[in-house]
Protein backbone atom coordinates (compact mmCIF):
# COMPACT_ATOMS: atom_id res chain seq x y z
CA UNK A 1 0.00 0.00 0.00
CA UNK A 2 3.02 2.34 1.04
CA UNK A 3 4.67 1.82 -2.44
CA UNK A 4 1.04 2.25 -4.12
CA UNK A 5 0.18 5.50 -2.65
CA UNK A 6 2.61 7.63 -0.07
CA UNK A 7 1.88 7.84 3.21
CA UNK A 8 1.77 11.60 2.99
CA UNK A 9 -0.99 11.27 0.43
CA UNK A 10 -3.45 9.10 2.73
CA UNK A 11 -5.22 12.03 3.98
CA UNK A 12 -5.41 13.99 1.32
CA UNK A 13 -6.76 10.92 -0.49
CA UNK A 14 -9.32 10.48 2.12
CA UNK A 15 -10.72 14.15 2.10
CA UNK A 16 -10.40 13.88 -1.95
CA UNK A 17 -13.18 10.72 -1.19
CA UNK A 18 -15.46 11.51 1.10
CA UNK A 19 -15.81 15.21 -0.99
CA UNK A 20 -16.62 13.34 -3.85
CA UNK A 21 -19.39 11.51 -1.98
CA UNK A 22 -20.39 14.45 -0.32
CA UNK A 23 -20.41 16.81 -3.16
CA UNK A 24 -22.37 13.89 -5.15
CA UNK A 25 -24.53 11.59 -3.13
CA UNK A 26 -25.07 13.75 0.17
CA UNK A 27 -26.51 16.79 -1.83
CA UNK A 28 -29.32 14.69 -3.57
CA UNK A 29 -30.68 13.98 0.09
CA UNK A 30 -31.86 17.65 0.24
CA UNK A 31 -32.21 18.46 -3.42
CA UNK A 32 -33.92 15.73 -4.96
CA UNK A 33 -37.43 16.72 -4.79
CA UNK A 34 -36.51 20.35 -5.23
CA UNK A 35 -37.19 21.99 -8.83
CA UNK A 36 -34.74 21.15 -11.30
CA UNK A 37 -33.69 23.21 -14.45
CA UNK A 38 -32.98 21.92 -17.71
CA UNK A 39 -29.76 24.11 -19.37
CA UNK A 40 -30.01 22.00 -22.54
CA UNK A 41 -29.25 24.37 -25.84
CA UNK A 42 -29.75 23.67 -29.38
CA UNK A 43 -26.31 22.36 -29.44
CA UNK A 44 -27.56 19.26 -27.34
CA UNK A 45 -29.54 18.04 -29.74
CA UNK A 46 -26.98 17.85 -32.66
CA UNK A 47 -24.41 16.06 -30.41
CA UNK A 48 -24.96 11.81 -31.80
CA UNK A 49 -25.95 9.29 -29.24
CA UNK A 50 -22.86 6.83 -29.50
CA UNK A 51 -23.31 4.42 -26.94
CA UNK A 52 -19.80 3.10 -27.63
CA UNK A 53 -18.42 6.09 -25.94
CA UNK A 54 -19.52 4.54 -21.94
CA UNK A 55 -15.98 2.52 -22.44
CA UNK A 56 -14.76 6.00 -22.01
CA UNK A 57 -17.04 7.42 -19.21
CA UNK A 58 -16.01 4.37 -17.22
CA UNK A 59 -12.50 4.10 -17.72
CA UNK A 60 -12.59 7.86 -16.78
CA UNK A 61 -12.55 6.14 -13.09
CA UNK A 62 -9.45 4.34 -13.80
CA UNK A 63 -7.99 7.88 -15.39
CA UNK A 64 -8.97 9.44 -11.86
CA UNK A 65 -7.20 6.98 -9.91
CA UNK A 66 -3.48 6.53 -11.50
CA UNK A 67 -3.46 10.05 -12.54
CA UNK A 68 -4.18 10.75 -8.45
CA UNK A 69 -2.01 8.39 -8.09
CA UNK A 70 1.41 9.58 -10.08
CA UNK A 71 0.54 13.25 -9.06
CA UNK A 72 1.18 12.44 -5.44
CA UNK A 73 4.23 10.75 -6.17
CA UNK A 74 5.60 13.64 -7.98
CA UNK A 75 6.57 15.49 -4.48
CA UNK A 76 4.78 16.60 -1.31
CA UNK A 77 3.97 19.35 -1.62
CA UNK A 78 1.95 19.02 -5.25
CA UNK A 79 0.15 16.52 -3.86
CA UNK A 80 -1.10 18.91 -1.26
CA UNK A 81 -1.78 21.83 -3.76
CA UNK A 82 -3.43 19.31 -6.63
CA UNK A 83 -5.56 17.12 -3.62
CA UNK A 84 -6.43 20.99 -1.52
CA UNK A 85 -7.39 22.21 -5.46
CA UNK A 86 -9.91 18.94 -5.74
CA UNK A 87 -11.57 19.51 -2.55
CA UNK A 88 -12.48 23.36 -2.81
CA UNK A 89 -13.59 22.59 -6.23
CA UNK A 90 -15.70 20.25 -5.00
CA UNK A 91 -16.94 22.92 -2.75
CA UNK A 92 -18.40 24.75 -4.97
CA UNK A 93 -19.80 22.46 -6.89
CA UNK A 94 -21.71 21.05 -3.73
CA UNK A 95 -23.15 24.43 -3.35
CA UNK A 96 -24.03 25.15 -6.73
CA UNK A 97 -25.58 21.51 -6.62
CA UNK A 98 -27.88 22.80 -4.38
CA UNK A 99 -28.46 26.29 -5.95
CA UNK A 100 -28.75 25.10 -9.52
CA UNK A 101 -30.51 21.47 -9.39
CA UNK A 102 -30.40 19.94 -12.45
CA UNK A 103 -31.55 17.88 -14.55
CA UNK A 104 -31.97 16.30 -18.40
CA UNK A 105 -33.37 14.38 -20.81
CA UNK A 106 -31.70 10.65 -21.52
CA UNK A 107 -31.72 9.08 -25.00
CA UNK A 108 -33.86 5.76 -25.92
CA UNK A 109 -31.04 3.16 -25.61
CA UNK A 110 -32.75 0.51 -27.49
CA UNK A 111 -29.47 -1.33 -28.83
CA UNK A 112 -28.91 -4.98 -27.43
CA UNK A 113 -25.01 -4.66 -27.94
CA UNK A 114 -22.50 -4.23 -24.75
CA UNK A 115 -22.06 -0.94 -25.24
CA UNK A 116 -26.51 -0.18 -24.91
CA UNK A 117 -26.40 -2.40 -22.02
CA UNK A 118 -23.77 -0.57 -20.92
CA UNK A 119 -25.06 2.88 -21.27
CA UNK A 120 -28.77 1.17 -19.45
CA UNK A 121 -26.51 0.41 -16.24
CA UNK A 122 -24.93 3.66 -16.06
CA UNK A 123 -28.27 5.05 -16.12
CA UNK A 124 -29.28 3.02 -13.83
CA UNK A 125 -27.03 3.33 -11.05
CA UNK A 126 -26.96 7.14 -11.70
CA UNK A 127 -29.77 9.25 -11.87
CA UNK A 128 -29.81 12.44 -14.31
CA UNK A 129 -29.01 15.01 -11.78
CA UNK A 130 -26.36 17.23 -10.68
CA UNK A 131 -24.95 17.34 -13.68
CA UNK A 132 -23.87 21.18 -13.45
CA UNK A 133 -21.06 20.95 -13.32
CA UNK A 134 -19.56 17.52 -14.82
CA UNK A 135 -17.70 16.27 -12.08
CA UNK A 136 -15.99 14.13 -15.19
CA UNK A 137 -14.71 17.22 -16.35
CA UNK A 138 -14.03 18.63 -13.25
CA UNK A 139 -11.56 15.47 -11.83
CA UNK A 140 -10.11 14.87 -15.17
CA UNK A 141 -8.84 18.65 -15.81
CA UNK A 142 -7.48 19.16 -12.67
CA UNK A 143 -5.79 16.01 -13.43
CA UNK A 144 -4.83 16.93 -16.13
CA UNK A 145 -3.24 20.10 -15.03
CA UNK A 146 -1.88 18.45 -12.23
CA UNK A 147 0.07 16.36 -14.55
CA UNK A 148 1.54 19.38 -16.35
CA UNK A 149 3.42 20.77 -13.18
CA UNK A 150 4.18 16.90 -12.66
CA UNK A 151 8.61 17.99 -13.73
CA UNK A 152 9.66 14.42 -13.68
CA UNK A 153 6.95 12.90 -15.59
CA UNK A 154 7.94 12.80 -19.93
CA UNK A 155 5.94 15.02 -21.89
CA UNK A 156 4.15 11.68 -23.49
CA UNK A 157 2.61 11.31 -20.53
CA UNK A 158 1.04 14.78 -20.24
CA UNK A 159 -0.05 14.73 -23.80
CA UNK A 160 -1.95 11.97 -23.29
CA UNK A 161 -3.89 12.74 -20.11
CA UNK A 162 -4.85 16.15 -22.43
CA UNK A 163 -6.02 13.31 -25.13
CA UNK A 164 -7.78 11.63 -22.19
CA UNK A 165 -9.52 14.99 -20.84
CA UNK A 166 -11.01 15.67 -24.71
CA UNK A 167 -12.15 12.15 -25.17
CA UNK A 168 -13.72 12.01 -21.41
CA UNK A 169 -15.20 15.60 -22.50
CA UNK A 170 -16.71 14.16 -25.57
CA UNK A 171 -18.41 10.82 -24.04
CA UNK A 172 -20.41 12.52 -20.79
CA UNK A 173 -22.50 14.61 -23.73
CA UNK A 174 -22.31 11.27 -26.37
CA UNK A 175 -23.31 9.06 -23.89
CA UNK A 176 -26.33 11.58 -22.47
CA UNK A 177 -24.83 11.75 -18.80
CA UNK A 178 -24.32 15.87 -19.42
CA UNK A 179 -25.20 18.53 -21.48
CA UNK A 180 -22.82 20.52 -23.21
CA UNK A 181 -22.93 23.48 -20.63
CA UNK A 182 -21.93 21.27 -17.84
CA UNK A 183 -18.59 20.91 -19.64
CA UNK A 184 -17.28 24.33 -19.73
CA UNK A 185 -18.83 24.33 -16.11
CA UNK A 186 -16.70 21.89 -15.06
CA UNK A 187 -13.68 22.83 -16.47
CA UNK A 188 -14.43 26.41 -15.18
CA UNK A 189 -14.80 25.25 -11.64
CA UNK A 190 -11.63 22.73 -10.99
CA UNK A 191 -9.60 25.76 -12.47
CA UNK A 192 -10.94 27.98 -10.06
CA UNK A 193 -10.07 25.03 -7.33
CA UNK A 194 -6.66 24.60 -8.87
CA UNK A 195 -5.91 28.62 -9.05
CA UNK A 196 -7.75 28.98 -5.23
CA UNK A 197 -5.27 26.35 -3.95
CA UNK A 198 -2.15 28.13 -5.48
CA UNK A 199 -2.76 31.27 -4.42
CA UNK A 200 -3.93 30.79 -0.91
CA UNK A 201 -1.40 28.23 -0.42
CA UNK A 202 -4.14 26.06 0.56
CA UNK A 203 -2.03 22.67 0.56
CA UNK A 204 -0.08 24.06 4.11
CA UNK A 205 -3.37 22.95 5.56
CA UNK A 206 -2.87 19.45 4.78
CA UNK A 207 0.92 19.33 4.92
CA UNK A 208 0.18 20.51 9.05
CA UNK A 209 -2.12 17.75 9.58
CA UNK A 210 0.48 15.56 7.95
CA UNK A 211 3.39 16.39 9.98
CA UNK A 212 0.59 16.15 13.48
CA UNK A 213 0.28 12.75 12.83
CA UNK A 214 3.79 11.98 11.71
CA UNK A 215 2.99 11.58 8.02
CA UNK A 216 5.01 14.47 6.33
CA UNK A 217 8.66 13.45 4.67
CA UNK A 218 11.54 14.60 6.00
CA UNK A 219 12.35 15.66 2.40
CA UNK A 220 10.02 15.88 -1.22
CA UNK A 221 11.22 16.17 -4.28
CA UNK A 222 11.35 19.41 -5.94
Wanted: charged content about 15%; aromatic content about 12%; overall charge positive.
Amino acid sequence: MRRLIPKYAYIPFALWFIMLGVCFYLTRLFNTNWHHYDLSIPLDSKIPFVPAMIVVYIFSYVIWAVGTIMISHESADLCYEIMSAHVIAKLFATVIFLAVPTTMVRAEVTGSDIFSQLTRLIYKLDTPDNLFPSLHCLENWIICRGFLKCKHLKIGWKIGSFVAALAVFASVVMVRQHLFLDIPAGILVGELGLQLSARLKAGNLLKKMNKKYGLHPDQTIV
